[in-house]
């Protein structure tokens, strides 16, 4: 039977500047009227200023493929990204960003999946263990999915179990979601040049975390390059500019290091989070999904062979991703005047492209609200061009778009084909959009052996 999973309540009538301040300080998916899910494009102002969201495939082509060198990353997404990603690929702009995504692409291109697979499955064989041990106890999901996703992150780039690192690691990223990830007033006014009052926060934060990410690379450093690359660190370190032949500087090691692995785990987290809480309120899905699990045989020396095969796991992942998308809202910043259909945007407009939104829209979905992986699965019509983008789309696609549902496939499959998960209480749990979609509290669940 489709289950409904619980969202916020959106407001009848677009938010006054006061409620849209309120909104994306605590729940940015709250930000939209009820009307912008059918409506082809909203138009407000803000201090006299434009802002646009987008929902028609023309209009988001337009700014992500046809012309995104009118656009840039807003002011609030720099100053709340930055110390945390330094200047690796995700901030990156012109041809500083065409240099890092030369030289970074083909560390995650198809032909390494398999040796990341293995990564994957080997941190994922480890995980399930320890959930054997906890048989029937109430589990923290999200905390137990976060530790895993960045255990994959460790493996996968270090080659290193996250034990003396991951939980300082988590401990810095919670601190940051809670004091210095949500936007103010003047993150959003003042350019990305002149500092606001929390950036001071936000530089003694970042001090702490490149440390962090300089300790470990130091320990990996101080091994030996291997002949055959064992990890992401081995691709990166080699990794050379096709055109011009340059590497990246221990710097900017860094910065690409620190961008991955919050990239890479904190979304590929709150996926299976969504994907299991999801599948516990649908038992017969779940069902369906943990057969497909028991009939596929995972290769331990090949994991990556086996993913083709789980269809109904993809297609669980993908509903997932339209239901729950970990960037729930993309937003770029006009940098010339621009006309998108019959609209002329003024330079320092904001233009928003919200797959929150777009993965719900009634023009664009049948039944949009209600979780039915069917839709994903062979033989059903493809969604709309832009209808559908959890990884964005245009030339700034996320680079590791491939390695996210790899990594969400395994794991699911492999979680799905063992145990059986059920709710530990009976709240509903509602999805909040701070940095990436969580939930609005940690949703114990039950692991109950098949």
């Given amino acids: 039977m489709p289950f409904r999973p619980s969202v916020p309540s959106a407001p009848e009538i677009p938010l006054s500047l006061r409620g849209f301040l309120r909104a994306v300080r605590t729940n940015a998916l709250t930000m939209w009227p009820a009307s912008a899910y059918r409506q082809d494009m909203s138009v407000s102002t803000f201090f006299g200023r434009m802002n646009v969201l987008l929902n028609t495939p023309d209009a988001i082509h337009h700014v992500l493929v046809g012309e995104p060198g009118n656009y840039r990353r807003s002011p609030a997404s720099i100053r709340i990204l930055r110390p945390i990603t330094g200047e690796g690929l995700l901030l990156s702009e012109g041809d500083d960003w065409k240099l890092q995504r030369r030289t970074i692409a083909p560390a995650l291109a198809p032909r390494v999946m398999p040796m990341l697979a293995q990564h994957i499955a080997s941190a994922t064989e480890r995980a399930i263990a320890r959930l054997h041990q906890q048989v029937g106890e109430p589990i923290d999901l999200l905390a137990t999915m976060q530790t895993l996703a960045l ?28 004091r210095y990830s949500k936007p103010h007033l003047l993150d959003m006014l003042l350019p990305a040049s002149i500092r606001s009052p929390r950036d001071f926060g936000r530089m003694r934060f970042k001090r702490r975390w490149m440390g962090l990410i300089e300790t470990i690379l130091a320990v990996r450093m101080a091994t030996p390059q291997p002949d055959v690359p064992r990890d992401l660190f081995d691709l990166l370190r080699a990794a050379r500019d096709p055109e011009t032949g340059a590497g990246f500087s221990t710097e900017q090691l860094r910065d690409q290091v620190a961008t991955l692995i919050l990239a890479g785990h904190e979304t590929t987290a709150v996926t299976l989070f969504w994907a299991l809480l999801t599948l516990a309120e649908a038992p017969e899905e779940q069902e369906w999904l943990a057969e497909e699990a028991a009939s596929v045989t995972i290769d331990t020396e090949n994991p990556f062979g086996s993913v083709p095969q789980l269809v109904r796991t993809r297609a669980v992942v993908n509903e997932t991703l339209r239901l729950f998308p970990p960037a729930f809202t993309v937003v770029r910043e006009a940098i010339v005047k621009d006309r998108i259909g019959d609209l002329d945007l003024p330079p320092r407009s904001i233009v928003f492209i919200a797959p929150w939104v777009l993965h719900r829209h009634h023009a664009l979905w049948q039944d949009p609200d209600l979780f039915c992986p069917a839709r994903f699965m062979p033989g059903q019509p493809p969604p709309a061009r832009f209808a559908f983008m959890p990884f964005g789309a245009g030339p700034r696609i996320c680079v590791g778009a491939q390695f996210a549902m790899t990594e969400a496939i395994l794991v699911l499959a492999a979680i799905a084909g063992q145990f059986r998960v059920t709710r530990a209480d009976t709240r509903p749990v509602l999805p909040v959009g701070i940095v990436t979609t969580q939930p609005d509290y940690a949703a114990p669940v039950r692991f109950l052996p098949r």
Wanted: aromatic share 10%.
């Fill in 151 to 178: 255990d994959i992150a460790g493996r996968s780039m270090f080659s290193l179990e996250m034990d003396m690192y991951g939980a300082p690691m988590r401990r810095m990223l919670t601190e940051y979601a809670g």
